[in-house]
């Protein structure tokens, strides 16, 4: 195998190995959207429960 070949395969080891950090990196950050989303959810859920008793105690100090 002559020097040519050698860097061409450890050129090509290289982009495969940035496709490979790319796709992780893509499915990390999708991760980390579904998760945000998750606890934006249950934040929502968490606050409506009090704003409802709120709105209770609102039409009982009436």
Known sequence: M????????KSEQFQQ????RA???KEQMQGRG???N???D??????????SEERLDQ???V
């Open 2 to 9: 002559g020097m040519k070949d050698q860097f061409q395969e």
């Open 17 to 20: 190995q940035a496709r490979q």
């Open 23 to 25: 796709q992780q990196g």
């Open 34 to 36: 579904r998760r945000r």
């Open 38 to 40: 998750e606890d934006i």
């Open 42 to 51: 249950e934040q929502q859920r968490q606050r409506e429960p009090r704003e």
């Open 59 to 61: 039409d009982y100090d």
